[in-house]
């Protein structure tokens, strides 16, 4: 049984800093891990997407040159290292895993953990 635990979110003003982690456990190889985050009244977004090699990274427009995506393999945490953070950025992020990235970024047979409320404030 996939589990997926994020942690790490929290308040915190514009310009700051973040990690977020998920706990990953009972998920087959191969799978493509990454990080989503939905507002009030919009879409849940692909924030960050990493292949199972590590090989392959996705990241929103909106995010990249600001977040990093990163995994330590031998404790099964998935990372999510958020810089500049600016009010927009103010969402609940969830962790997900998918038998490819391909699968992740178009939310198709996500595994999905409860996510972590991540507030900016300006």
């Known amino acids: 049984q996939v589990q997926l635990v994020e942690s790490g979110g929290g308040s915190v003003q514009a310009g700051g800093s973040l990690r977020l982690s998920c706990a990953a456990s009972?998920?087959?190889?191969?799978?493509?891990m990454g990080w989503f985050r939905q507002a009030p009244g919009k879409e849940r977004e692909a924030v960050a997407s990493r292949s199972s090699a590590g090989g392959i990274t996705y990241y929103g427009d909106s995010v990249k040159g600001r977040f990093t995506i990163s995994q330590d393999s031998p404790k099964n945490t998935l990372y999510l290292q958020m810089n500049s953070l600016n009010y927009d950025d103010t969402a609940m992020y969830y962790c997900a895993a998918a038998p490819s990235c391909l699968d992740l970024i178009r939310k198709r047979r996500n595994y999905w953990g409860q996510g972590t409320q991540v507030t900016v404030s300006s």
């Open positions: 009972g998920y087959p190889s191969g799978y493509c």
